[in-house]
């Protein structure tokens, strides 16, 4: 009984301990730019607001609770601490074949820059962020 005494703050403590560790990253913008010669897109979001640019068109447009939520589900899913050492799975920017892209993720006072990828072509870690940024913004 003693024993339980003891053991039963220690294990509640240890269980708030690891619940704290998985709160959701709370992303204070998200900016994507690709470009090559002749061709840019920018695609930034901050707070409830995503603004894109390309040399055709620009402007903002407002992102919808859900949306955020859906974006921060996928940010959550990243390891951010290694999204500049990814690999990228084709060099077509190389030869300027594709854009080049990366992304800037800010959280709090850390920023997280990727690779430079192949736009269209992000390595399959970052490829459902991009896809889900481009389809909010309707830039292509």
Partial sequence: MKYLKIITPVVFLLMMNC??????KEFDKIAYEAQTRGSMVQLTIEGNNLSYKT???EGTKEVTKGQL??????????NLEEISNLKAPSEKRITDGALHAEFTIKIADKEYKSITFDA???PKELKKLEDFLYKLSGVK
């Fill in 19 to 24: 619940a704290a560790q998985n709160k959701t």
């Fill in 55 to 57: 040399y055709q068109k």
């Fill in 69 to 78: 939520e859906e974006l921060k589900a996928i940010i959550n899913e990243l």
């Fill in 120 to 122: 269209g072509n992000p």
